[in-house]
């Protein structure tokens, strides 16, 4: 019989061991925070959207769909940061769920290129509001101003500038 998934609320719950004060070294580590609320965020993410039976990295890809019409795999993968490889199995669960369909490009023949269905549509609408919820709750300590400051700073972590 398998497992009830947990709730966003136990996946919370199992993470009370935060409370114990990190080595003193690791808590001078940029890093250290950056994976600790990485994989916060992960499980209340996974729980959030649970429901819908979905993970975050597909409902990822759905959500490129949706606001990049046309847009082919390969133009995904370097919107996402994704290996290639990893995206096949993703598109083709989030094809045979019927949220997209495939359009071959008329100038290239080889390309294909990815176009939302209604019911796509939907469920991304869906998955944005869990997802939504979920870091509303993950960050109710912050002001809007604290959030977009932390957006902006951990944009300049990831994103490539050339340097």
Known sequence: ???KPKSTEDVLQD????A???????EVLIGYHLRRASIHDL?????ALNDVNTRPVPASVLLT????PGVSSADICRMLGMQRANIVSILSELEGRGLFVRETDPADQRIQKLYPTR???EEAKTFMALLQAHEDTMLQRLSAAERQQLRMLLAK???????
């Open 1 to 3: 019989m398998p497992l």
């Open 15 to 18: 993470n009370t061991c935060s």
């Open 20 to 26: 114990v004060e990190p080595p003193e070294k690791l």
């Open 43 to 47: 499980n209340g993410a996974v729980a």
């Open 65 to 68: 769909i949706v606001e990049n």
């Open 119 to 121: 019911h796509g549509q």
């Open 157 to 163: 972590i990831w994103q490539d500038d050339g340097v």
